[in-house]
Nanobody, 125 residues
Framework: QMQLVESGGGLVQAGGSLRLSCAASGRAFSTYVMAWFRQAPGKEREFVAAISWSGGSKMHADSAKGRFTISRDNAKNTVFLQMNSLEPEDTAVYYC??????????????????WGKGTLVTVSS
């Protein structure tokens, strides 16, 4: 089992920044691809970003490109999501997830093996 705990969410004004963290424990963190998803009220869970086990390969959703950056620190068993230029449309619960699937599957929530409980991000206009 792998336990994932997100932190760093909160209320921010449009144009502001937040840095989300996800701390992992249990299984070997460095062997897992880590991803961020989000779910807004009344909407389906959607992919935000993913990063390979080494950190050498990254994928960002179109909505995140140029504004959000995923990174990881394997020594600290932590993955981050730096979010800049936040917009009200970014308001959602942000979830951390882990998988060992290849990059073809990174944007699919159904292939994630482990999930955190989420952290709420609210962007005011």
């Amino acid at each position: 089992q792998m336990q994932l705990v997100e932190s760093g969410g909160g209320l921010v004004q449009a144009g502001g920044s937040l840095r989300l963290s996800c701390a992992a424990s249990g299984r070997a963190f460095s062997t897992y691809v880590m991803a961020w998803f989000r779910q807004a009220p009344g909407k389906e869970r959607e992919f935000v970003a993913a990063i390979s086990w080494s950190g050498g390969s990254k994928m960002h959703a179109d909505s995140a490109k140029g504004r959000f950056t995923i990174s990881r620190d394997n020594a600290k068993n932590t993955v981050f999501l730096q979010m800049n230029s936040l917009e009200p449309e970014d308001t959602a619960v942000y979830y951390c997830a882990a998988t060992q699937k290849g990059s073809t599957y990174w944007s699919r929530p159904d292939v994630m093996n482990y999930w955190g409980k989420g952290t709420l991000v609210t962007v005011s206009s």
